[in-house]
Structure formats: structure tokens, C-alpha cells
RNA sequence: GCCAAUGUAGCUCAGCGGUAGAGCAGCCGAUUCGUAAUCGGCAGGUCGUCAGUUCGAAUCUGACCAUUGGCUCCA
């Protein structure tokens, strides 16, 4: 997204498709009521209130109208009005009442929010439709071009967001220059389908979500399990070299822990009911900290400890709306790969670099370089000490510095209980994804009251970081798989390389060849089926195995394997040896494709 | 949770009032082949679940469950 969009003639474009639309709407539904109708990413939406449930005919019915509209070349007419003008033309549109009445107000925008500057009320018309709206437009409908624009689908949509409103209808449409360009868009969808962790999931075999078990609890399939296990123990390895002590933690704790944590307080709505057993309740636990705050406090801490960093891969169950599950990248049941790092208000800016850097680290060596980082600050209701945020704030802005990492501000975005740096990165699609954060916490300190000693012999509260680095395994294996299209990288691959023997008298030399890769520690595994080379070479393709290696007479009498990549790629006859180095070479530098 | 759509064999889907079909995958057999699908045969389904309407329901109705796209929430 360009920063200029709003200024931009595709902006100007899809903000005046948006009112064709509606003028079609309306035309089809005399007694609809319009809500808002602003230009998004790729395209535009508008809310309506009508009196039935749009159909997908509705939507063809309603797009041809809008061709027509276009050829009309119809042009768009600005008016500024007074707030009792506005409310005389849409005295039968509520919605555009209340609107009228926020910017009477002095200044409450279509999502209501305030806004600084005295705010001018201006209408558009074209044609027979007219809409309070501060634009900009294009001239003329016929600007826009009738094969560039597309009516997506119909989605439920709360007036102002608000789930205690009305809901409305929803209809999403995309727009562009050229037909070209929303041929380019239309196919970059079809893309993302391909890409789609949950079509490659199962094509894969990697994981899946069984009815009979429960909406967002995931099973691992060995495939699935495979990168996991590769990604954990390299997470393990790293962990280890850097510090990080290891804990193991239980899934259920007593009633008064999660009291003093205040998670019943402000958590309660997102946790699975309480388990009765023996007159005390206890809760599946939907975050770890508390457990490694236990593990802290179950001895006196001198300085000379801190800084102390717990880890733990701790699985955490959280209610979700039944609505909102996603995947692998929204679950109910799913595994931290969380640390808890405490140390003296002295380490901490060194801590924060560390643990910052730690965070790109991991990130980078699964092949994610673009990271966008997010730094949120003090919201309005916030525990602990005002200096002490500023400090945090500073803290972790000055790392994001040093790091040069560019960053947003994140103003008041802060949990209640400390600031935090989000991490998110995005997709080849360039959708983008929240996975690291790391989070200051004020709150958990005070609340279970625990110390270390310092030089002069008194206790002091140590500050304390959550952070997670892949966030959820679950999500990161999620994108993961989007990342690289199912195609992970041999270090990662559940099967790096397929043997491929031309006839049955070639399967002997291919066991031989698959005992030697083995033996390196490949993960390898020979085709024997009687299937001719093209069909075991198609299948490796799609399950897309990094290395197919056919074997025939010729490489059987020089102990070679002839090499494909998945990419189609031909590397030609090599020694067995020479590929078992090229791969394990593969493996060392986490090399991609 | 809300709005809408969808749920048929392991997978992808057709059938939409007269008691279930294809391709792929699977199994069996034949084939032994040089860089993206060899041929033939066999087997496989309480048509999401539970009620209801009907002489008769995969097909119509309702409730529930799940999925998909949004909204809200979360991060």
C-alpha cells in the first residue's frame, strides 16, 4: 500500500464504485438504508440495511446495473451543505442521521471517532443517487471501467463496528485501472488459494482438525510433526546457547493462582471452565506465566541470578468464539514457545536488546526477513508506576533503534499490565502476521509480590518480560507452510529426497543408495512401487520433496543418482557421495527452494 | 457470538422428491518403462447429526454440529 493511496486515482476510483453500487442497491431496494461506503485495500465496500438477505443473483443483477451506470457517464456533483440541509435529504436514512449528528457534534467521523479540524459537511451526487460524503470522486462514472470492477461477496457487518449494533449487509467489491489489473488481482487470489495452509495441510499430510475432537484443537500428522520436531530442536539449541534454562510447567492450576494473576479478572471470558476436584476448582491454564513465576519464588533470588530466563514450549488452552477459528492461525488448544525473563531494572535495557535480537534470530533462520515491528505504549487504564512505563517505553524504542528494525508506534496500544514490541511478518501475498512479542509486565510483580536481593542486602521486584518468538507453534507452523507454498526447505522437509529407480532390477541399488543417506542422517525414502518413473516423479513433485533421485542401468554402474529439484530443475548424474554432501550442505545453511 | 453460504466415498466434485455417481487415491493383476499421471479389474458411502413433512427424503422444513467468507473479539 502506497502511502499516498488516499490521494491516489484508484482511491477516487473505488470510492465512486462504491456509489455506483449503492445506487444499484438502492434502485433494486427502495426502502434500503445506507450506512458507509469507503474504499479499502483492493477495493470497496458499502453497508446497507435492507429488508432481505442478499442473494449471489442479487449481486450479478446489481453489478450489471452498475455497467450501465458507468456507460451513462453520469458525473459526480460536490455540494456543501448545512448540517439542517443534510438532514432535510436524508431525512429517511437513519444512519446518514446519526452521521449528520456526529459532525454537528464538532467532529465524530463514519467509525466514531473524533476528529481535530471543524468538520465541512459535503454531499455527491450522480444520477439518481446522492450520499453525505467528503469524497473525493471522479468526475464522471464513466471513468471507471465497466471490466475492472467486480462485486466479491456479501459479509454481516456491525454499524460502527459495535457488536451491540444493528448488523448490516455487507457487500464487497473490488476495482481497478484496467481489466488487466483486476485480471492480475483475480489470479493473485487464486494464488493465495494454492498457498493456503489448510489445501496444503491436507494435500501434504500434515495436520488436521477432526470433528470428533473438538473445533480449534489441532493434530500434528507425522508429516506435520516432522517440521515441528525440526523447528523445536533447533529452537531448543539455540535457546540453550543463549542462556535460556528450560521448565516444564502443568496444564491445570488451583483456582486462587489464577486469582492472584488476575486472570479471572481479565481473562475469565476467554477460559475454559473451572474442573471440581475435591472442593477446589481448577483451570486449564491459557497462559504460563504464572507457573514460572512459581518456579522464581520457590527460592530467595540474589542478583547475582538475574538475569534468569524460563522456557518452556507450554500448551495453552483459551475459549474462542465459535466464529472465529482459522486454521491453524486461530485455535482454541495451542503451544507457546514462551519465556519468561526476570532480571534488575539495570539489565534491563540490555536484556531487551538481547532478547529482541534473539527474537530476529529465530525468525530469520525460518527464511521470514521482512519483520515489521510494532511498539505499543501506555494505554488509558494501566497498572504499575507512570516512570516506570516511560522507562519500559524507552527501553524498548531504544532497542528497536539499535536493532534498526523500522517500527510503528503504536500509541496506547500497550496491554494494560506493560508496553510491547510485536513482531509481524508477512506472506509472499503480503498478508502480514503477528508472531513475536515481547512484552513488559508491571503488573504480575506486584500482584505475586517477588523479589531478589541486591548488593545492599534489601529486596527489590525485578522486572519482568513475557515473550514468545514463533507466538503460537501452531500459527508459525501456519505460516510457515503459507511461506513457502508446502515446498519447506531441506533442513525442514519431512522427506528430503525420494529414490526413484527406473525398473524393479534397479530397487536393490536404490536401497543401497537410501542405507548411505540414511546413515548421513537424510531423510530419505525409495519409490518401489511399479509405477513408471513420470508418476513416481509426479508424485514426489506434488509432495514436494526437494530432491527426486532416479536411479537407472546407467547410474547403477556408476554409483551416481541422477538429480531433479522440485523446482524441474535437472543437476544431471552426480556420485552418491557428492549429493549426500551437497544435501547435508543443504541442511547446515538452511538453504531454500 | 453475529450475518450469509456450504456440508454426498480418503481427496475433488456431480446428483437436488422415487431408495447414490465420476475422477483421483486405495487394493488385486498385468506392465519394467529415462524426467510431471501405463492399462485392466475390485472394493469403498448411516449423503454432517437429530427431529419433522411425505406413500417415499441425499433432495423439502426445523434445531443442532462443523467448515468457509466477513463482522466483533484476540494477538
Not at 438477505?53 to 451513462?72: G, S, V, Y
Not at 454531499?123 to 443517487?129: A, G, L
Not at 507457573?291 to 524460563?310: A, N, Q, T, V, W
Amino acid at each position: 500500500m502506497s502511502e499516498n493511496y488516499e490521494d491516489s486515482k484508484l482511491y477516487r476510483l473505488r470510492h465512486s464504485a462504491a456509489h455506483v453500487m449503492a445506487q444499484a442497491v438502492l434502485e433494486k431496494f427502495p426502502s434500503g438504508k445506507v450506512a458507509i461506503g469507503p474504499p479499502v485495500d483492493d477495493g470497496f465496500y458499502y453497508d446497507f440495511d435492507l429488508p432481505r438477505p442478499l442473494t449471489p443473483e442479487d449481486l450479478e443483477e446489481i453489478e450489471a446495473r452498475m455497467r450501465e451506470i458507468i456507460k451513462a457517464n453520469e458525473p459526480f456533483i460536490r455540494e456543501e451543505v448545512s448540517a439542517e440541509e443534510a438532514r432535510q435529504i436524508f431525512d429517511d436514512q437513519p444512519y446518514k442521521i446519526e452521521l449528520i449528528e456526529g459532525l454537528e457534534d464538532g467532529g465524530i467521523d463514519e467509525h466514531g471517532n473524533p476528529v481535530d479540524e471543524k468538520p465541512v459537511i459535503s454531499i455527491y451526487k450522480s444520477d439518481t443517487f446522492v450520499d453525505l460524503c467528503r469524497g473525493p470522486h471522479l468526475e464522471r462514472t464513466g471513468q471507471i471501467n465497466p471490466k475492472a470492477v467486480k462485486l466479491m461477496n456479501v459479509a454481516g457487518a456491525y454499524w460502527r463496528g459495535d457488536e451491540h449494533n444493528p448488523m448490516l449487509q455487507r457487500i464487497y467489491g473490488t476495482a481497478w485501472l484496467s481489466p488487466k489489473e483486476l485480471k492480475q488481482y483475480l489470479w493473485r487470489l487464486e494464488e493465495a488459494k494454492k498457498r493456503d495452509h489448510r489445501k496444503l495441510g491436507k494435500a501434504l499430510d500434515l495436520f488436521s482438525v477432526s470433528d470428533e475432537v473438538g473445533s480449534g484443537l489441532v493434530l500434528w500428522h507425522p508429516n506435520g510433526a516432522k517440521v515441528r520436531f525440526l523447528a523445536e530442536r533447533f529452537w531448543e539449541d539455540e535457546h540453550l546457547a543463549n542462556g535460556y534454562e528450560f521448565v516444564y510447567t502443568p496444564h491445570i492450576g488451583k483456582a486462587d493462582l489464577w486469582k492472584t494473576s488476575g486472570h479471572l479478572d481479565f481473562f475469565a471470558e476467554n477460559m475454559y471452565a473451572p474442573i471440581e476436584i475435591e472442593n477446589q476448582q481448577y483451570y486449564l491454564k491459557p497462559m504460563n506465566c504464572p507457573f514460572h513465576i512459581e518456579i522464581f519464588k520457590s527460592g530467595i533470588r540474589s542478583y547475582r541470578d538475574l538475569p534468569m530466563r524460563f522456557a518452556e514450549k507450554g500448551t495453552v488452552y483459551r475459549y474462542e468464539r465459535s466464529g472465529v477459528m482459522h486454521g491453524l492461525l486461530r485455535v482454541r488448544g495451542f503451544t507457546q514457545d514462551d519465556a519468561h525473563h526476570f532480571c534488575t531494572p539495570k539489565q534491563m535495557p540490555e536484556e531487551i536488546d538481547f532478547v529482541l535480537s534473539f527474537s530476529l534470530h529465530i525468525l530469520r533462520s525460518f527464511g521470514f526477513n521482512e519483520i515489521k515491528a510494532y511498539l505499543s505504549t501506555r494505554p488509558e487504564k494501566a497498572a504499575g508506576d507512570p516512570e516506570r512505563w516511560r522507562d519500559a517505553e524507552a527501553a524498548l524504542e531504544a532497542s528497536l533503534k539499535r536493532a534498526e528494525l523500522p517500527y510503528e508506534l503504536d500509541e496506547g496500544g500497550g496491554a494494560f499490565y506493560g508496553p510491547k514490541i510485536d513482531l509481524k511478518i508477512q506472506d509472499a501475498l503480503g498478508r502480514e502476521w503477528q508472531l513475536s512479542t515481547i512484552q513488559f509486565d508491571f503488573n504480575l510483580p506486584e500482584r505475586f509480590d517477588f523479589t531478589y536481593i541486591d548488593e545492599d542486602g534489601h529486596a527489590y521486584q525485578p522486572y519482568m518480560i513475557h515473550r514468545a518468538l514463533m507466538g503460537s507453534i501452531e500459527r508459525f507452523f501456519g505460516i510457515l507452510i503459507e511461506h513457502y507454498g508446502g515446498a519447506f526447505p531441506v533442513w525442514l522437509s519431512p522427506v528430503q529426497a525420494v529414490i526413484i529407480p527406473i525398473a524393479d532390477r534397479h530397487v536393490a541399488f536404490a536401497r543401497e543408495v537410501s542405507k548411505v543417506l540414511k546413515d548421513a542422517g537424510l531423510r530419505v525414502s525409495v519409490d518401489e512401487r511399479s509405477d513408471r518413473m513420470n508418476a513416481k516423479i509426479r508424485d514426489a513433485e506434488q509432495q514436494k520433496v526437494p530432491y527426486m533421485l532416479v536411479v537407472g542401468d546407467r547410474e547403477m554402474e556408476n554409483n551416481q543418482v541422477d538429480i531433479r529439484r522440485r523446482s524441474g530443475e535437472r543437476l544431471g548424474a552426480m556420485l552418491v557421495d557428492d549429493f549426500k554432501a551437497l544435501a547435508l550442505k543443504d541442511v547446515a545453511e538452511k538453504v531454500e527452494g
